[in-house]
């Protein structure tokens, strides 16, 4: 696939989803890039805010299989990685769980237990999961996208960085703006409903192939020496700064190389900018990094902290 061809497929593919969740730009651009990229997405948003729709959406979009797992307390490994069930001839046969899907929602994902959410992260690392000593491959395409509520923290286990370090972009749902809003109930009048795909009205525009070769184009964008030492840069600041307690990793670096790849491909570029890594640097790393607790208690965000040591460092003119 050319990369104006593969462009053109992106842009559709963002387009057709902005059809159907109204008003955030940003989200939606977000969330295709991770998937170019290959990465997966932590939605952070109360509830109502169109997480779910949004993997709804992207599924008919791409025509692959989806599927949504109400994370719960009570929900063991098996429960989504498959067992081992005894058959005919006193054999044991693998039987498959919902994570052998192309997309897949973690839906409240930090109410989870610890050896669940251990299960969940070999598949979103390895792309495998690991039954009775056995490993089965995930699908090629297989992607997570979880949610959280950010307000809401009763009955939840936080995620640990080892987990959090395992998505691509955290990716935060805000309210939507008046104009929004009214656009939403008027379609409502008009026949959409979120549980009925079918009133989505959108068309496969691509498969589990197609998706395959979106990937590979991305894989084909340049990044200049500078650029690639810039995200360098903002990496290594991470650590040396004393508004924060953990600095990103190097993951993380891949992370937010692969995501600004992604991005020069939308935009039809055959190359990254700096201002690519200058507009995904937030949510590729503000997840990954600690703010210090005397800051925490006054009110300043990862985020926000984030923001400050990224304006430190120089942008390379090319």
């Known amino acids: 696939m050319g990369s104006t061809e593969a462009t053109e497929r992106a842009r559709s593919i963002l387009s057709a989803l902005r059809r159907v969740v109204l008003g955030q730009e940003t989200v939606t651009r977000d969330c295709v890039v991770a998937l170019l990229a290959r990465g997966h997405v932590l939605l952070e948003g109360v509830p109502g805010?169109?997480?779910?729709?949004i993997v709804r959406a992207l599924a008919e979009i791409l025509g692959v299989r989806s599927v949504r797992i109400q994370f719960t307390p009570d929900l063991m490994p098996g429960d989504i990685t498959g067992i081992s069930v005894l058959g005919a001839g006193n054999e044991f046969r693998f039987r498959p769980?919902?994570?052998?899907?192309?997309?897949?929602?973690?839906?409240?994902?930090?109410?989870?237990?610890?050896?669940?959410?251990?299960?969940?992260?070999?598949?979103m690392q390895e792309r495998t999961v690991t039954v009775?000593?056995?490993?089965?491959?995930?699908?090629?395409?297989?992607?997570?996208?979880?949610?959280?509520?950010?307000?809401?923290?009763?009955?939840?286990?936080p995620l640990p960085e080892a987990e959090l370090d395992r998505f691509m972009l955290k990716v935060a749902i805000p309210y939507p703006g008046e104009e929004t809003e009214r656009g939403i109930l008027a379609r409502y009048l008009e026949g959409f409903e979120a549980d009925e795909p079918a009133s989505y009205q959108l068309q496969a525009i691509t498969d589990a192939a197609g998706i395959r070769a979106l990937r590979?184009?991305?894989?084909?964008?340049?990044?200049?020496?500078?650029?690639?030492?810039?995200?360098?840069?903002?990496?290594?600041?991470?650590?040396?700064?004393?508004?924060?307690?953990?600095?990103?990793?190097?993951?993380?670096?891949?992370?937010?190389?692969?995501?600004?790849?992604?991005?020069?491909?939308?935009d039809g570029r055959e190359f990254v900018v700096p201002d690519d890594v200058k507009q995904l640097a937030t949510a590729a790393l503000g997840h990954r990094v600690s703010v210090a607790p005397e800051l925490e208690l006054e009110g300043v965000t990862a985020e926000a902290a984030l923001k400050s040591v990224i304006e430190q460092i120089e942008v390379p003119t090319t």
Do not use: M
């Open 216 to 266: 590979e184009a991305v894989r084909a964008v340049r990044v200049e020496p500078a650029v690639l030492a810039y995200i360098t840069s903002i990496v290594r600041a991470t650590r040396d700064t004393a508004s924060l307690v953990l600095g990103a990793s190097p993951r993380a670096g891949v992370a937010l190389l692969k995501a600004t790849r992604a991005l020069a491909l939308l």
């Open 132 to 157: 009775d000593g056995v490993t089965h491959e995930l699908p090629p395409v297989f992607t997570v996208f979880a949610t959280q509520n950010p307000i809401e923290f009763e009955g939840t286990y």
């Open 49 to 53: 805010t169109a997480k779910t729709l």
């Open 97 to 123: 769980g919902p994570l052998f899907h192309d997309l897949v929602l973690a839906d409240e994902i930090n109410r989870a237990p610890a050896k669940t959410q251990a299960a969940l992260l070999e598949a």
